[in-house]
């Protein structure tokens, strides 16, 4: 229990309290000998009994009658007769309740009780009169503020154990969940990423990059030491295109002979749509208005002529990975996943897992999230198709002297890390192919280059999270899993 007492009051309020006590006292002993006067003059005529009065009634009325006639021992021992009587007054109280005569009686006690309440309240009106003093206000510093802090048990149980709510409580403000803002050294948990692409609750795009790092990291990363880090823009990447509703549709034909079917049927392909000119010939269009993601391998042609290789489609809220390892990536990832895309770039934040491809991936199968590998290496260097490796997030960004592109891959490379997705001829992450983006080119969000140079970010500092066990490549053709055909 705590306890707070307001500070003194200076002198002068402290003299013109106690002139308003002295006034309050007199009033009230004016009102109660006013008050015993009625009492004592109602008990002589006969109009009150002592039974209307309580036991502290009593003894004033006694007290008043001797004072009065100055025989204060007659006074106390009409009091102590009366009280040895009470017990008899109760007995026979119900035979009075019959009697015409004892109900006169009781009704001009009643009246006197009421005369004596009235004038009770006067005094009581009297006292906060003298308090105001004169129409002033109630000084608070004339009084002791004592403040009991409620037990437990006093307070409503909402208030002792709230409810578990999913979410900031009402009236605050959430807390932001990011690691690497402010001072980028990215500490604690990191929240769920938001992405247009694959951003379903079961993606590995939007997985935070936390959990344990595996016991042969430091193996792993000693072989990034050989290899320059940068992403590739003008080669060897993927175009992304988006439809819409008014896009016009087609058969696109898929013209290898290893797959289970001919054509990917209803695909919204734009006039400008064409596969990137390197050998592999990525192309992934967007269908947003139906929430489809069509990716094409070894493509050719554009637009109504359009073919390719390998074809297939899923959703835009799904994983982002083939399950019968045919994706348009070597892992069974879709083309567009893991992405640095030119809307990432726009609004200057990528909250999502990037992809990557290394040399030294592998052999033996991938690990989960890929569904298909073409890793080729052994030796304790080597990293599975499917891993995740993320920048250490307890690195201080700032210190790098980062511009503002690599600045947001490595807060994305913190917070996410990068997949491995593919084997490649270099240590690499991937941009949206210029050719699909606005006017064609970036203007100044990237450099006009085919590779960016990423050296500034320090490949010493990754470090590969935990893996699971490396599995069979799964090898079958899943055709257009947005609308069954």
């Known amino acids: 229990m705590t306890r707070h007492r307001a500070p003194d009051a200076p002198a002068r309020r402290r003299s013109r309290r106690r002139s308003s006590r002295r006034a309050s006292d007199s009033s009230v002993t004016q009102t109660g000998s006013i008050a015993q006067t009625i009492v004592a003059e109602a008990l002589t005529a006969g109009t009150l009994t002592t039974d209307a009065l309580t036991p502290g009634a009593q003894t004033a009325a006694a007290r008043h009658a001797a004072a009065e006639d100055g025989d204060a021992p007659r006074a106390a021992t009409a009091l102590l007769e009366r009280e040895a009587t009470a017990d008899r007054a109760i007995v026979v109280q119900d035979t009075a309740d019959h009697d015409p005569g004892v109900a006169r009686v009781r009704g001009r006690r009643q009246l006197a009780l009421s005369a004596l309440s009235v004038l009770c309240v006067a005094g009581l009106v009297g006292l906060f009169v003298n308090v105001v003093d004169g129409g002033r206000g109630v000084d608070p510093t004339g009084f002791d503020v004592i403040a009991d802090a409620p037990e437990p048990g006093d307070l409503p149980r909402s208030l002792v154990d709230p409810p578990s709510l999913d979410g900031p409580k009402p009236g605050r403000a959430a807390a932001p969940n990011v690691t690497g803002r402010g001072d980028?050294?990215?500490?604690?948990?990191?929240?769920?990423?938001?992405?247009?692409?694959?951003?379903?609750?079961?993606?590995?795009?939007?997985?935070?990059?936390?959990?344990?790092?595996?016991?042969?990291?430091?193996?792993?990363?000693?072989?990034?030491?050989?290899?320059?880090?940068?992403?590739?823009?003008?080669?060897?990447?993927?175009?992304?295109?988006?439809?819409?509703?008014?896009?016009?549709?087609?058969n696109v034909p898929i013209t290898s002979g290893w797959?289970?079917?001919?054509?990917?049927?209803?695909?919204?392909?734009?006039?400008?749509?064409?596969?990137?000119?390197?050998?592999?010939?990525?192309?992934?269009?967007?269908?947003?208005?139906?929430g489809c993601v069509y990716d094409f391998w070894g493509a050719s042609g554009s637009g109504s002529s359009l073919t390719a290789k390998l074809g297939n489609a899923m959703p835009i809220d799904?994983?982002?990975?083939?399950?019968?390892?045919?994706?348009?990536?070597?892992?069974?990832?879709?083309?567009?996943?893991g992405l640095v895309t030119y809307e990432d770039l726009k609004k200057g934040s990528i909250d999502h897992a990037l992809v990557f491809a290394y040399p030294k991936t592998r052999s033996g199968g991938p690990v989960a999230p890929a569904t298909k590998s073409d890793g080729r290496t052994g030796g304790s260097d080597a990293i599975p198709i499917g891993a995740r490796v993320r920048l250490d997030p307890t690195l201080n960004l700032n210190s790098l002297g980062l511009n503002r592109y690599e600045m947001m891959i490595a807060r994305a490379l913190q917070k996410y890390g990068m997949i491995l997705g593919d084997t490649s001829g270099g240590f690499t992450i991937y941009a949206q192919h210029p050719q699909s983006v606005p006017g064609g080119s970036y203007g100044g969000l990237l450099p006009d280059v085919t590779w960016v140079d990423l050296s500034k970010i320090p490949t010493n500092k990754f470090q590969v999270m935990k893996l699971g066990p490396q599995r069979e490549n799964a090898s079958r053709t899943v055709g257009n899993r947005c609308n069954g055909a």
């Open 184 to 250: 980028d050294r990215g500490s604690g948990p990191v929240a769920r990423g938001v992405s247009s692409l694959f951003g379903g609750a079961n993606s590995p795009w939007v997985q935070p990059a936390t959990g344990p790092v595996d016991p042969n990291s430091a193996a792993m990363v000693a072989g990034f030491s050989g290899e320059k880090f940068q992403m590739s823009t003008g080669m060897w990447t993927v175009p992304l295109y988006f439809a819409d509703a008014n896009t016009p549709r087609r």
């Open 318 to 337: 799904s994983s982002g990975v083939d399950p019968g390892g045919l994706g348009a990536r070597a892992s069974g990832f879709s083309g567009a996943a």
């Open 259 to 290: 797959t289970e079917f001919s054509s990917l049927p209803n695909v919204p392909v734009p006039p400008n749509a064409k596969p990137d000119p390197s050998d592999d010939a990525h192309l992934t269009i967007v269908d947003r208005a139906r």
